[in-house]
């Protein structure tokens, strides 16, 4: 029997790439929250399994050789679970090649580039004081367009964005591209993206592993000390 993974998480477009590669590799779990608003990420136990203080994290029991590893860095999950199961990495090296070069658009493009639209248009100009800068929004709000512009166009080809198969790439992106409008983002001009977020969000383990800790999202406009501790480091 499979011994459950410790998954270290908070219902973010990042921690939801590990809750649901989980859900979708069908591999049991114990849920770990890290309140991030609350400063749970800079904790020493929390520390020494994710040095760069971010969640999620996973510690498996049965990692190689029979030892127990803990692993940090969403990409880096995706990828040993992938590794582990024999799923949802790609059926053949080329494959393998496509869904490591989308997976490592997300990491490096999409995500950060999304997180910060979503920070200067919707988190600043809440703060205290308020931080309402073009420049930014603008910078990160079409940064973010033509990056789901580059999306769009894989998935005109292609059924998923690796290619005619799901995979962890898609897991690593879905997330993030969902939260589109928050990000002052359009689908009218990009059919094959609106089609891909229907049908991947219709999947069972998509839908499981987003709802995990659903009712834990709090209001990052609003809640005051969650902005001190995320944005500014004060714990």
Request: net charge neutral.
């Amino acid at each position: 029997m499979t011994s459950a993974i410790d998954l270290y998480y908070w219902p973010t477009p990042n921690g939801w790439k590990i809750s649901i590669a989980l859900e979708e590799m069908a591999l049991p779990y114990n849920l770990h929250l890290i309140n991030i608003g609350a400063g749970d990420q800079f904790k020493p136990n929390f520390l020494k399994i994710a040095p760069n203080n971010r969640m999620p994290a996973i510690t498996d029991p049965d990692g190689p050789g029979g030892h127990p590893i803990s692993i940090f860095e969403s990409g880096a999950i995706l990828q040993y679970l992938a590794r582990k199961t024999g799923r949802f990495g790609g059926p053949d090296e080329r494959a393998r090649i496509a869904v490591d070069q989308w997976l490592m658009w997300q990491m490096g493009g999409l995500g950060p580039m999304a997180g910060q639209a979503h920070h200067f248009l919707k988190y600043a100009p809440m703060m205290d004081p308020p931080h309402d800068l073009p420049y930014a929004k603008d910078r990160y709000r079409n940064e973010t367009a033509r990056l789901y512009g580059v999306l769009d166009r894989q998935l005109a080809d292609n059924e998923y964005v690796a290619g005619n198969f799901y995979s962890i790439a898609d897991m690593a992106i879905w997330g993030w591209a969902s939260l589109w409008e928050g990000q002052q983002q359009t689908l009218d001009d990009k059919p094959n993206m609106a089609r891909w977020l229907k049908q991947v969000g219709a999947r069972p383990g998509v839908i499981k592993g987003r709802a995990v800790a659903a009712d834990q999202r709090s209001n990052l406009q609003s809640d005051k000390k969650a902005q001190e501790v995320l944005f500014k480091g004060k714990t």
